[in-house]
């Protein structure tokens, strides 16, 4: 069965140090990656994906992700942390085949950055 | 463009009522996608429309839910009748027809509570 992981339900770092936070996943085939970001009473946003090609991926915010295909792994990673990253984080997988591509994700991993 | 909307924001209801989820797509999006988030769980896929045909309802947990897409332009998800277990955030996502890897675009989310 296709699934996706986050071991960690909380990932607390302070500002200006750098960030990792964890994604693997299990999927047949090749992968498509996705990470979103859920602020406070919004929606989901896009932040990054990956589908083909180099293994880091840059996003929005300063994000990168990183995609280790022995590791089954697409960690989430920023060099600078910033107190309005605050926020929770998911990882995503596409399912292909048939019409749907839908997308697996993860329990979230809540972002918090200390001042 | 304007995004993906849903309404209402937040809807509180006893169990046995019947609640109607709208989501407004964004314009031009064929692919409209329904999830539902329960609390410190991760976000499930409920199903997928094509235009106004459904492409696949594997995840909607039973058939007191009932989803329609009239016209192939705004989705509405109704629950009847509601139990408690149906609290949650629902989200609702378009993405456009061309593609496997665009991006999702969602909604802020329906925070449904049921008491």
């Known amino acids: 069965a296709q699934s996706v992981a986050q071991p960690e339900d909380q990932v607390n770092v302070a500002e200006g140090n750098p960030l990792t936070v964890k994604c693997t996943y299990s999927v047949s085939g090749n992968p498509y990656l996705f990470w979103y970001v859920q602020y406070p009473n919004r929606g989901l946003q896009f932040l990054l994906k990956?589908?083909?090609?180099?293994?880091l991926v840059k996003g929005s915010y300063g994000f990168e992700a990183e995609f280790n295909k022995s590791q089954t792994s697409f960690h989430l990673k920023k060099p600078s942390a910033l107190v309005s990253d605050s926020a929770l984080y998911f990882c995503a997988v596409r399912v292909l085949g048939g019409a749907t591509n839908k997308l697996i994700f993860g329990t979230g991993t809540l972002l918090a950055v200390q001042p | 463009e304007a995004g993906v909307t849903q309404f209402p924001s937040h809807s509180v209801i006893e169990k046995g009522q019947t609640v109607t989820l709208r989501c407004d797509p964004i314009s031009g999006h064929d692919n409209l996608y329904w999830y539902r988030r329960v609390m410190g769980k991760e976000i499930k896929f409920l199903l997928h429309?094509?235009?106004?045909?459904?492409?696949?309802e594997s995840g909607m947990p039973n058939n007191r839910f009932l989803a329609e897409r009239t016209g192939g332009t705004y989705s509405t998800l109704k629950v009847q009748p509601a139990e408690l277990e149906d609290s949650g955030v629902y989200f609702c996502a378009s993405r456009p027809s061309s593609g496997s890897g665009s991006p999702l675009h969602f909604g802020n989310g329906t925070r449904l509570t049921v008491t």
């Open positions: 429309f094509v235009k106004e045909s459904k492409q696949d």
């Open positions: 990956y589908i083909t090609g180099d293994n």
